[in-house]
C-alpha cells in the first residue's frame, strides 16, 4: 500500500488516499484516536470513486464520529482504472432492456453482476490485508454498503468481517441466493421501498435467504437516492454494537 496524498478534513478526519498495485483507494481516520480503531469497508456501485466521493466522504465522516476507519477501493473496470469491454457491454444491454420497459433477463443479470464479485472480491481482501497491517487500524471489521452481491461473498470467505450493512439497491444473480444461506454474521439492511432500479421481490427474498441468526430488514419509502438521515444513524448504532 502506497499512500498518495493526505489532508484534513475540517472536522479533523485523516483523509488519505492510496494505491494498492493498480487499485486506487481512499482510507478516512478519526481525528483523534488513542488505540487502534475498528474498520468499516465502504461499498459502491461501480460508478467511479470521484463520482461516489461526495457520499463516500459523507458516510466516512459519520463513522468517524462513532470512532470508525473507512476505507474504500476503487471497482474493476470502474473511474481511472483500465476499461472492461464486458462489463460495459453488459451494463449497455441492461439500458437497452430498461429503456425499451422490457424485464432484465437472468443473463444480464449474471453477466453484469457475477464477473464483477469475482474479480472485486480477491482485492477488497488484499486492501484488508494492507489495512490492518497499519498501526492505527485494530479491527474488528464490518462493511457497508454494496454492491450487495459483493457484500455477500464478502461475508460467505472473509472471516474477518463480523458484520456488514448492506444497501438492497441492485440486482443480484440466481447464483448468490445460494451464497447468501452461507452467510452468518449479524447483518442490517437497508432497503428503500421504491427503488426505480431494485426488484423489491427479490430483494426480499434474499434477505428471506440470508443464513445469519441476527439480521433486520429497514425499509423506507422512496426512490434510490431518498435514504432518510436517521437510515444512518440505526446503521451506526448496528456497526456500533458488533465493532466496538
Given at each position: 500500500?502506497?499512500?498518495?496524498?493526505?489532508?484534513?478534513?475540517?472536522?479533523?478526519v485523516?483523509?488519505?488516499?492510496?494505491?494498492?498495485?493498480?487499485i486506487p483507494?481512499?482510507?478516512w481516520?478519526?481525528?483523534?484516536?488513542?488505540?487502534?480503531?475498528?474498520?468499516?469497508?465502504?461499498?459502491h456501485?461501480?460508478?467511479g470513486?470521484?463520482?461516489m466521493y461526495?457520499?463516500?466522504?459523507?458516510?466516512?465522516r459519520?463513522?468517524?464520529?462513532?470512532g470508525?476507519a473507512t476505507?474504500t477501493?476503487?471497482?474493476?473496470?470502474s473511474g481511472?482504472r483500465?476499461?472492461w469491454?464486458?462489463?460495459e457491454?453488459a451494463?449497455?444491454?441492461?439500458?437497452r432492456a430498461?429503456?425499451?420497459?422490457e424485464?432484465?433477463s437472468?443473463?444480464?443479470?449474471?453477466?453484469?453482476?457475477?464477473?464483477l464479485v469475482?474479480?472485486?472480491?480477491?482485492?477488497?481482501?488484499?486492501?484488508l490485508d494492507?489495512?490492518?497491517?497499519?498501526?492505527?487500524?485494530?479491527?474488528?471489521?464490518?462493511?457497508?454498503?454494496?454492491v450487495?452481491?459483493i457484500?455477500?461473498?464478502l461475508?460467505?470467505?472473509?472471516?474477518?468481517i463480523v458484520?456488514?450493512?448492506f444497501?438492497?439497491?441492485s440486482?443480484?444473480?440466481?447464483?448468490?441466493?445460494?451464497?447468501?444461506r452461507?452467510?452468518?454474521?449479524?447483518?442490517h439492511?437497508?432497503l428503500?421501498?421504491?427503488?426505480e432500479?431494485?426488484?423489491?421481490?427479490?430483494?426480499l427474498?434474499l434477505?428471506?435467504a440470508?443464513g445469519?441468526?441476527?439480521?433486520?430488514?429497514h425499509?423506507?419509502?422512496?426512490?434510490?437516492?431518498g435514504v432518510?438521515?436517521f437510515?444512518?444513524?440505526?446503521?451506526?448504532q448496528?456497526?456500533?454494537r458488533?465493532?466496538?
Amino acid at each position: 500500500m502506497h499512500f498518495t496524498s493526505e489532508q484534513r478534513l475540517d472536522d479533523g478526519v485523516l483523509e488519505r488516499e492510496f494505491t494498492l498495485g493498480e487499485i486506487p483507494g481512499i482510507l478516512w481516520t478519526p481525528a483523534s484516536a488513542s488505540a487502534p480503531v475498528p474498520l468499516i469497508l465502504l461499498g459502491h456501485p461501480p460508478l467511479g470513486l470521484r463520482k461516489m466521493y461526495p457520499r463516500l466522504v459523507a458516510r466516512a465522516r459519520h463513522s468517524a464520529a462513532e470512532g470508525f476507519a473507512t476505507a474504500t477501493i476503487e471497482l474493476p473496470g470502474s473511474g481511472d482504472r483500465p476499461r472492461w469491454p464486458a462489463a460495459e457491454q453488459a451494463r449497455a444491454d441492461l439500458r437497452r432492456a430498461m429503456e425499451a420497459g422490457e424485464p432484465v433477463s437472468d443473463e444480464i443479470v449474471d453477466a453484469l453482476i457475477l464477473p464483477l464479485v469475482d474479480k472485486a472480491v480477491p482485492e477488497w481482501q488484499a486492501a484488508l490485508d494492507a489495512l490492518l497491517s497499519l498501526p492505527e487500524i485494530g479491527g474488528p471489521v464490518g462493511y457497508s454498503g454494496g454492491v450487495i452481491s459483493i457484500g455477500v461473498r464478502l461475508a460467505v470467505v472473509e472471516p474477518r468481517i463480523v458484520a456488514a450493512g448492506f444497501f438492497a439497491g441492485s440486482f443480484v444473480p440466481r447464483a448468490m441466493f445460494e451464497e447468501a444461506r452461507q452467510v452468518t454474521i449479524p447483518l442490517h439492511v437497508l432497503l428503500q421501498w421504491d427503488d426505480e432500479g431494485n426488484d423489491r421481490q427479490a430483494a426480499l427474498d434474499l434477505f428471506d435467504a440470508f443464513g445469519s441468526k441476527e439480521k433486520s430488514l429497514h425499509a423506507n419509502m422512496g426512490g434510490h437516492t431518498g435514504v432518510p438521515q436517521f437510515a444512518g444513524d440505526a446503521a451506526a448504532q448496528f456497526f456500533t454494537r458488533h465493532l466496538k
